[in-house]
Structures are given as C-alpha cells and as structure tokens.
C-alpha cells in the first residue's frame, strides 16, 4: 500500500563483466549505479556505505579504473578491508557478500533493537533428561531494524 516506503531495488541489472563489451553496455552498468544510489538519497541524505562481493569492484575497475584518481585511505580501519569511493561513498569489497548484489546503505537508519529482559541473560545450568550432563544458556533476543527502508538501495545481477 505505501510503495514509498519500500527500499530501492533493481534486479537483472547487468550481465556478466566478460559480455561488457561495447560503449552501451559500460554506460547501462553505470547507469543501473547512478539510478539506484541516487533514489536511496535525498539530499543532504544517501548512502554512507556501499557493500559487494569482489566482482562488482572488478567491473567497476574495469569501466573507470583508468580514469579514477586515487586519494586518501585505500584500507578501511585497517582491517584488511579494500575500499573506495563512489559518488564519495565508501564501497568496500567483501568476499562474504552476497553474490551478484550491491548494496547501498544509509547506516543511520539501521540499528539493532535489544530486548531488555533478554540481553545475554544467563540461565542457571540446568540437567537435561536421560543424559549425565549440565547445560546452560545464555538468552539474548533482539532484531536488526531500519526505520527508512527508502534510504536503503540493493542492485542486483543475473551474474557477474
């Protein structure tokens, strides 16, 4: 009912950086990534953070590599994270990240939600039946929350 609220998202953005071959292609894969940031921001608000898997950074490299000037910290926190800018937005690879997909973030509006009574309670240990054992629990309950989905962008490829 309120489509405004929903997060941006695009699928089938692009295929694989092997067929990016022609002038068209190059300027459909960068626009499928200017669209999709630009509809997660609103001025002076947008992304902060853009996460992918190693094979979108590839191809971006790849169209404007050549062109790009580096400048500034070329690894996050010195963590071993690779990163850089996009529309001056941090976009670090990850090898973890889901295939295929960019994500573009707006860390202000995603936050964990911690219950109370349930934040890493300790629960004496308890016998379990038929067994000669001693268990213990601890109890924690919470959820990941985004209070402006909108913000929030998701670009996604056949393969990559």
């Known amino acids: 009912t309120y489509t405004w609220w929903d997060a941006v998202v695009k699928t089938n953005a692009a295929a694989s950086i092997s067929e990016v071959t022609t002038e068209t292609d190059v300027d459909y894969l960068l626009d499928s ?8 921001a609103d001025p002076p ?14 191809w971006y490299e790849h ?23 996009y529309k001056n937005t941090q976009w670090v690879a990850d090898k973890g990240a889901t295939a295929s997909t960019i994500w573009m973030l707006n860390l202000k509006y ?30 924690w309950m919470g959820q990941f929350v985004c209070s402006q989905p909108r913000r929030q962008a998701v670009l996604t490829f056949d393969t990559i």
């Not at 608000?45 to 590839?58: D, M, V």
């Not at 400048?71 to 994270?81: H, K």
């Not at 936050?111 to 004496?124: A, C, L, M, S």
């Open 33 to 40: 990534l200017s669209e999709m940031f630009n509809e997660a």
């Open 63 to 85: 169209i404007v590599g050549r062109q790009a000037r580096w400048t500034g910290e070329s690894m996050l926190a010195d963590l071993g994270f690779e990163v850089f800018r």
């Open 110 to 139: 995603l936050y964990f939600k911690v219950h109370p009574q349930r934040n890493f309670i300790w629960e004496d240990f308890r016998k379990p039946t038929k067994q000669d054992a001693a268990v213990g629990y601890f109890r």
């Open 45 to 58: 608000e947008k992304p902060n953070l853009i996460i992918s898997p190693y094979a979108p950074t590839e």
